[in-house]
């Protein structure tokens, strides 16, 4: 290597390595073995939401949260409707489950209050 000017980021981070490796080998404490190179900053991370995992969840939570997407979907579609934009037949057909898949809510709802999810 010609000079340290023209090396990335990633080739000073290993030189750096190499360097600290062979100074811990010699048994030099003045390098530690994690420095980092002075352009270097460290990577800040981003926090990561307290939600539970998909796996986490009861198959009866997974199916209510399908539902009430399912219930959304529709009282968005029924408020397009209300401002005057006319539903296709696949719409339509989406309208009227809307009292079924709220029946299916509603039981799924109970079953989880009496075991307390």
């Avoid at 002075?38 to 991370?45: F, I, Q």
């Avoid at 409707?81 to 898949?101: F, M, Y």
């Amino acid at each position: 290597m010609s000079g340290a000017d023209h090396m990335s980021k990633a080739q000073k981070k290993n030189a750096a390595k190499r360097k600290n490796k062979k100074a811990a080998a010699a048994g030099a404490e003045d390098a530690p073995a994690n420095a980092l190179v002075a352009e270097e900053k460290p990577v800040a991370t981003k926090p990561v939401a307290e939600a539970p995992a998909p796996s986490a969840l009861a198959p009866e939570e997974k199916e209510l949260r399908k539902l009430s997407k399912k219930l959304r979907e529709i009282e968005k579609l029924q408020s397009n409707v209300d401002a005057g934009t006319v539903p296709d037949e696949t719409q339509l057909a989406k309208l009227a489950k809307r009292d079924e898949i709220q029946a299916q809510v509603d039981k799924l709802q109970a079953a989880l209050e009496s075991v307390g999810l």
